[in-house]
């Protein structure tokens, strides 16, 4: 289905329009494994966590002042892990904060610092906990081109959170470093990650070398940086989807894994994740994100229109669906 005769669906009934709170932009929006709590974080350096409640509406759970500069990113921990937020910011500082169960009613107590990562030189941008099965481990991005991969020592102590790899993968005087990062989810692979700012580039941990090392560079945009990569679940495909939003266009690549080239353990040959196609299509992107089973791919730009794209019969992602909320409240608030 093209643009043209694409379904356009407007969320009027269900559209719950969220008084932020906040008094900057809205930086990260981050739901938690459930689905039930969101996590958001701002310029004015506030993060707030909202609970969804039995009746459907969302109510304002804890809020706090969390770094001492503009709020960029927000994530949520696996469950498993307990209740844990890392957020990081302007200030050069990531931070992991826990929910204590037990505590008085005021919002801001309910949240606790364990651990403020401060090895950045600049600003941090993104971040990302791993895949669950890889244990509790923390990727982080920051605007002197690094991403630094940090570990929980011991899960039952959140104050120890040791630097396990620090991968230059942008040049520092570039213009926005590091932006975005995205881990793969798949449980036969070893730790893998993508990161994204003027190209996109791999990485894979080796287990012979015990280091991470890069597995594949792509080339970079036309125009500008890559905004924003996801790294499509993997249920039991061949081959992996990686999806990057760069500001007039998404770009989708496809990577065969070959089971015969996993017997090798030489990294360097690039064999163990082949770029088999990519595709380029034409549209407002600036974050992009996978369904669940990596079957469907989401976009939103600056037009207030999320796109929902889905590969076809020849293997072409075509746009299935376009999202769009009701608006004319968000409108009616705003003051002449």
């Given at each position: ?11 009027n009934?269900?559209?719950q ?7 900057d932009?809205?930086?990260w ?6 689905g ?47 209740s ?32 403020s ?8 941008t ?41 991968l ?30 003027s190209?996109l580039?791999i ?20 125009k ?5 990569v ?12 990686i999806?990057?939003?760069?500001n007039?266009q998404?770009?989708v690549?496809?990577?065969r894994?070959?089971?015969a ?8 040959s ?32 600056d ?12 293997g ?8 769009q909320?009701?608006l004319s409240?968000?409108?009616a608030?705003?003051?002449?």
């Amino acid at each position: 289905m093209t643009e043209d005769n694409s379904e356009f669906v407007h969320v009027n009934q269900s559209t719950q329009i969220i008084p932020s709170m906040h008094l900057d932009y809205v930086h990260w929006v981050s739901f938690d494994t459930y689905g039930r709590r969101v996590a958001t974080c701002s310029g004015d350096r506030f993060v707030r966590v909202w609970d969804l409640t039995d009746s459907g509406e969302w109510t304002l759970a804890a809020q706090w002042q969390a770094h001492r500069g503009s709020v960029t990113s927000v994530c949520w921990a696996h469950p498993e892990f307990g209740s844990i937020l890392a957020t990081c910011g302007s200030d050069h500082d990531a931070k992991i904060w826990e929910e204590r169960s037990h505590t008085t009613n005021t919002m801001a107590s309910r949240w606790t610092l364990r651990a403020s990562l401060t090895e950045a030189r600049r600003g941090v941008t993104c971040l990302e906990f791993a895949p669950r099965h890889w244990g509790l481990k923390l990727a982080v991005g920051s605007a002197d081109g690094c991403v630094r991969i940090y570990e929980a020592v011991d899960i039952m102590n959140l104050s120890q959170w040791p630097l396990a790899a620090a991968l230059q993968s942008f040049e520092e005087g570039s213009k926005l470093g590091c932006t975005c990062l995205s881990w793969c989810n798949g449980r036969f692979e070893p730790p893998t990650l993508v990161a994204g700012g003027s190209h996109l580039v791999i990485y894979r941990y080796s287990e012979s070398a015990r280091a991470w090392q890069p597995l594949v560079q792509l080339p970079a945009p036309a125009k500008g940086d890559v905004l924003d990569v996801a790294w499509a679940p993997n249920v039991g495909r061949r081959f992996h989807y990686i999806a990057s939003a760069e500001n007039q266009q998404l770009r989708v690549y496809k990577f065969r894994r070959d089971a015969a080239d996993n017997k090798s353990n030489d990294i360097s040959s690039n064999k163990h994740l082949k770029l088999e196609s990519s595709q380029t299509i034409d549209a407002n992107a600036w974050r992009c994100q996978w369904n669940v089973t990596g079957t469907v791919l989401a976009s939103s730009g600056d037009g207030g229109t999320v796109q929902l794209w889905k590969s076809d019969l020849d293997g072409n992602f075509v746009c299935v669906s376009k999202v769009q909320g009701d608006l004319s409240q968000v409108t009616a608030k705003i003051p002449a």
